[in-house]
């Protein structure tokens, strides 16, 4: 509430205020916070389902903000009068202090479970939002976005050894309905902070989200029960070699090939689907980031789905046929005209986001237990530091007037990675 009343504004009149169809869209943020205001009346921790609610809300707010600076970043660019190279310079600092978290939080996840870290990325993240309040400058822009990128990246490795341990055989419907939640997160919640952002500036767009996030916080603390930790005086070069050493499982091994390798292409299409749209297509600003929620919500619905086909036909045969099914509509993207069919398009390559929850699972379900936290934290630190480097690629090649072939090369890397799927063994 403090957030609002900072500009005369109720939370109430803040959504009376947005177009009707925005208030709408904030239909699934209702669900979630209904079930979370649901965890918060219960004191007691360990009801499994209550516990998917609060960390399905928590993600959808995770990763909804990461895609919501960007989306706001032209209005944030003119106040502060800088260089689009300054601007990208903001985005990837928010990339990278994301990724730098991965590990440590991993190695944390071993020692003082996943309880404490997931509140405490969920405080920190709201905290960084608040600092976009108090920050007249560039610089101090750029600090609140690393906040915001650290909190954030505290939420990851946690979530996936939770969901993990705590759903054991169905743990593909669990992982698909908290990866949906972000998918309706990075589809909406840009939505609506550019209409706030119109109506009464980015700080507002970004901070007002910051009260959901002490929530969150609420309601992560009353669910989770607390895990056994370690006790004894590992150390972490010997918890590193034995991630290490389960990378010789080979279907370990392959797994996380195949993950970096569509991690590479999800960023790279991501970062530069709305800048393809302006620059090859007679579009606005405004229908080319429709396109780009159109992916996500193509995300969402698809993981909601592919993870009881798992359950019931095993993970790698459907990895291989999101595979192929996402790569044949990149390879198509160039040759569509028209926003319906090219939305059409971006729905069939936002499936690929559900090979997200399918080889987390898979991946985290092979970690030795001892060091799962560690082994799954250095793997997303790898993870995010190779897909940082699809938007480069693509940009290089956009910048040599070869954008159509980038999709051509997208496509042509999302098929190696279903290569690698097709001969990924089933897990016992």
Avoid: K
Wanted: aromatic share 10%.
């Amino acid at each position: 509430m403090i957030v609002f009343e900072t500009v005369g504004l109720s939370s109430a009149d803040l959504l009376l205020s947005l177009p009707s169809a925005s208030f709408r869209s904030l239909t699934f943020v209702h669900y979630l916070m209904g079930v979370t205001d649901r965890v918060v009346s219960d004191s007691r921790a360990g009801n499994p389902y209550r516990l998917l609610a609060a960390v399905a809300a928590g993600w959808f707010l995770v990763l909804g903000m990461r895609f919501v600076v960007p989306a706001v970043l032209p209005t944030i660019r003119s106040e502060f009068g800088i260089s689009n190279t300054r601007a990208g310079i903001a985005v990837t600092v928010l990339w990278l202090t994301y990724a730098a978290m991965q590990f440590p939080t991993g190695v944390y996840i071993d020692r003082v479970g996943e309880r404490t870290l997931l509140v405490g990325s969920a405080l920190l993240s709201g905290i960084g939002l608040l600092g976009y309040l108090f920050s007249p400058t560039y610089a101090l822009f750029v600090l609140a976005t690393a906040g915001f990128g650290l909190g954030t990246g505290l939420y990851g490795p946690p979530r996936g050894t939770l969901l993990s341990r705590t759903f054991d055989e169905r743990e593909g419907i669990a992982f698909g309905t908290v990866m949906a939640a972000g998918s309706i997160g990075s589809a909406v919640l840009p939505l609506i902070a550019a209409t706030v952002t119109t109506r009464y500036g980015w700080r507002i767009g970004l901070a007002a989200v910051a009260p959901l996030f002490l929530l969150v916080a609420v309601a992560l603390w009353l669910s989770i029960s607390d895990r056994e930790t370690a006790t004894d005086d590992r150390s972490l070069r010997d918890d590193i070699r034995a991630v290490v050493a389960s990378l010789g499982d080979r279907r370990l091994g392959i797994a996380v090939v195949g993950a970096m390798v569509m991690l590479v292409v999800f960023q790279a299409v991501t970062a530069f689907l709305t800048t393809y749209l302006v620059t090859t297509r007679p579009v606005t600003q405004e229908t080319a980031g429709a396109l780009l929620s159109a992916l996500f919500i193509g995300g969402a619905v698809s993981q909601a789905v592919t993870g009881r086909l798992a359950d019931a036909y095993g993970t790698p045969n459907v990895l291989v046929g999101v595979a192929v099914g996402s790569a044949v509509p990149l390879a198509l993207f160039p040759l569509l005209e028209g926003a319906l069919v090219l939305g059409l398009g971006a729905v069939a390559i936002g499936i690929r986001m559900s090979t997200g929850p399918l080889v987390n699972a898979y991946i985290v379900d092979l970690l030795p237990d001892a060091v799962e936290g560690t082994g799954w934290g250095l793997l997303r630190t790898g993870f995010f530091s190779v897909g940082a480097m699809g938007s480069t690629v693509v940009g290089g090649l956009a910048d040599r007037g070869l954008f159509d072939l980038s999709f051509y090369v997208m496509a042509t890397l999302t098929l190696v990675a279903g290569g690698l799927f097709l001969v990924l063994p089933r897990r016992d």
